[in-house]
């Protein structure tokens, strides 16, 4: 069992690696508790947080993997989660195309 110290943080950012693509979204906290409400705060990410994930997942071979990311200092990034499944919560996103 791993445990980590509590990092304060206003909001965390969810990224996902898909093959060479990658999404993110900003997820904004109450009382130090990520809100995952279904509304994701879509925005135009910094490059820097992209860079990050990029870099992250090339490191360590990730082709296919969601990352949930603490951002305790502007620019300062810390891999908080990784995911190995995902899109439970991200179904409503997509529109499926009947034949």
């Not at 995952?36 to 490191?59: G, Q, R, S, T, Y």
């Not at 082709?63 to 300062?76: A, S």
Request: proline letters at 6%; aromatic letters at 16%.
């Amino acid at each position: 069992m791993l445990f980590q110290e509590f990092i304060p943080h206003d909001y965390e950012w969810r990224a996902f690696k898909i093959g060479e693509s990658y999404f993110v979204y900003k997820k904004h906290c109450i009382k130090a508790k990520p809100v995952d409400l279904n509304i994701k705060i879509f925005v135009n990410p910094p490059k820097a947080i992209l860079d990050f994930v990029k870099e992250v997942c090339e490191k360590r071979n990730f082709n296919f993997m969601p990352l949930d990311i603490f951002e305790p200092k502007l620019g300062k990034f810390l891999v908080n989660e990784l995911q190995t499944i995902f899109g439970k919560g991200l179904i409503h996103y997509t529109l499926r195309l009947e034949k």
